[in-house]
């Protein structure tokens, strides 16, 4: 039973690229949130995703979007990529059918470097 | 606002003794609690959750857990530690329960466990 995968591990950019960043989720999962985890902080939430749209977001600007997609993998988009968006960004899957007492699954994160 | 709190960014213990990462909580309604880890260059793995009932929360690899309402903490706990228990630690409440899809988490800072041999 996979687990949450994310691609790529790594990837490096340059001030004012775009970048996507891709997440499945768990088997069985259909809601994927992400979150951002700059060096040294805890992981802050970015937005989340069910049924194919963006249900909560957090405070982050509109160079952030998303997509999900029918087989409830998603993506994660950043435009104009600045010097502070370096961070590991995490994917995480949970079921709607469980309730939200249940914990969400966590990938390995894409590492995002930006030059 | 909501938010939690890890008041410590470092905890050092020696292998065998017991250990105790803090976490406090300032949130609206019944929050449900988390413990995550977080090993090098890898995602959180769930250690253990708080949703209601007994206070004392058993979780993976011997860790438990505290709820006091009273003093809005979920204070992370074990008996005797081990080298391979070093990690970073992340306290976590999800807001807005009942509906997963439209829940979030808050993590805290996140504090940074060493156990010396």
């Known amino acids: 039973d996979a687990g949450v995968t994310q691609s790529p591990t790594h990837l490096i950019k340059t001030r004012g690229q775009q970048v996507t960043l891709r997440c499945s989720p768990k088997s069985g999962h259909d809601t994927v949130s992400w979150y951002q985890q700059a060096l040294g902080q805890g992981p802050q939430f970015i937005f989340q995703?069910?049924?194919?749209?963006?249900?909560q977001r957090g405070n982050f600007p509109d160079r952030f979007s998303g997509h999900q997609f029918p087989n409830y993998s998603s993506e994660l988009n950043v435009n104009a990529l600045l010097l502070g968006d370096s961070a590991l960004y995490l994917c995480?899957?949970?079921?709607?059918?469980?309730?939200?007492?249940?914990?969400?699954?966590f990938g390995d994160g894409t590492r995002l470097s930006i030059l | 606002a909501q938010s939690v709190a890890q008041p410590e960014d470092q905890v050092n213990v020696a292998e065998g003794n017991p250990l105790t990462v803090k976490c406090t909580y300032s949130?609206?309604?019944?929050?449900?609690l988390f413990w995550y880890v977080q090993y090098p260059n890898r995602g959180l793995q769930f250690l253990l959750k708080y949703i209601t009932g007994d206070n004392l929360v058993k979780g993976s690899y011997g860790f438990e857990a505290e709820f006091n309402k009273s003093q809005t903490s979920f204070h992370l706990k074990k008996p005797s530690a081990l080298v391979s228990d070093s990690a970073l630690y992340f306290c976590?409440?999800?807001?807005?329960?009942?509906?997963?899809?439209?829940?979030?988490?808050?993590f805290g800072s996140g504090t940074r466990l060493s156990i010396r041999p």
């Open positions: 949130v609206s309604g019944n929050p449900y």
């Open positions: 976590a409440v999800r807001l807005t329960p009942g509906y997963s899809s439209a829940s979030k988490i808050i």
């Open positions: 995703y069910y049924e194919e749209e963006e249900r």
């Open positions: 995480a899957s949970s079921s709607s059918q469980t309730g939200s007492n249940q914990p969400q699954h």
